[in-house]
């Protein structure tokens, strides 16, 4: 998938990095190629014990699905770093999940970053750094 949108796009030397969303990857991979996910967040302490930069603007990733196929291309728009509860209402519709609230968000994320932090042996804390990445899809256009 990259290499057909990079030739049509006329994109060289430009890297890329090819991931699926860590719950629900076919879900979240179709939401994002439909358009209505439009932004993800993940835990910081995730990043810095893996010693994996942030993701930064300008930045291509090729979305996958659960089966690791190339599903669309994104290109990053925007990367910040809130606390969980400061993680506002915009941020959980941009997401594109459940009923788009920032109480389901909420709701699901602390459940799912409490997991990823006891795998890492750490707990979740309200005040745990999010980082918010907000995305367009680029390819299939």
């Not at 049509?8 to 209505?36: C, M, P, Q, S």
């Not at 930064?56 to 599903?71: K, P, Q, T």
């Amino acid at each position: 998938m990259w290499a057909e949108f990079a030739a049509r796009k006329n994109i060289e030397d430009t890297d890329y990095e090819a991931w699926a969303f860590g719950d629900h990857a076919d879900l979240l991979a179709r939401l994002t190629l439909e358009g209505v996910k439009t932004a993800t967040s993940s835990a910081l302490p995730a990043y810095e014990r893996e010693g994996e930069p942030l993701p930064e603007a300008g930045e291509y990733s090729v979305i996958l699905d659960g089966r690791d196929e190339a599903v669309c291309v994104i290109l990053t728009e925007r990367v910040t770093v809130v606390p969980f509860r400061e993680i506002g209402a915009e941020h959980a519709r941009r997401e594109g999940e459940g009923d788009l609230s920032l109480a389901w968000w909420r709701r699901v994320h602390e459940a799912f970053f409490t997991r990823e932090l006891a795998r890492m042996g750490q707990a979740f804390t309200p005040d745990m750094p999010v980082v918010c990445e907000e995305f367009r899809r680029v390819w299939p256009e």
